[in-house]
């Protein structure tokens, strides 16, 4: 499977941003979808990630209540929805598939994904 993030761009501090993961070559229904981010001069990061059927979702502490992930099967997109954006939010946003055959597993382990899309820039103004 190919994925293809998109949505990043400029926005201010407070305001909201969809991101959108679109696959190709494959079907992302039986996949576990995560996004993960990387600000400048630092590590990788866990973001969020949602099961097959989209029912268990997994979130990082420091987006918990602002950032919701959802998918649409029917579409092969997952989504990112981010609120009360924050200027040390500004990263690249990735989002990444692992195979699983479960439909209610989910992981927030960056080593367990197999396929990365390109990241899509977001940045958070003052």
């Known amino acids: 499977v190919q994925l293809q993030a998109s949505g990043g761009g400029l926005v201010q501090a407070g305001n909201s941003l969809r991101l959108s993961c679109v696959a190709s070559r494959g079907s992302l229904s039986n996949y576990v979808v995560g996004w993960f981010r990387q600000a400048p001069g630092k590590e990788r990061e866990f973001v969020a990630a949602?099961?097959?059927?989209?029912?268990?979702?997994s979130y990082s502490d420091s987006v918990k209540g602002r950032f919701t992930i959802s998918r649409d099967n029917a579409k092969d997109t997952v989504y990112l929805e981010m609120n009360s954006l924050k200027p040390e939010e500004t990263a690249v946003y990735y989002c990444?598939?692992?195979?699983?055959?479960?439909?209610?597993?989910?992981?927030?382990?960056?080593?367990?994904?197999?396929?990365w899309g390109q990241g899509t820039l977001v940045t958070v103004s003052s």
């Open positions: 990444a598939a692992t195979f699983r055959s479960r439909r209610w597993s989910v992981t927030s382990s960056m080593n367990e994904y197999s396929y």
């Open positions: 949602i099961s097959r059927n989209g029912v268990e979702r």
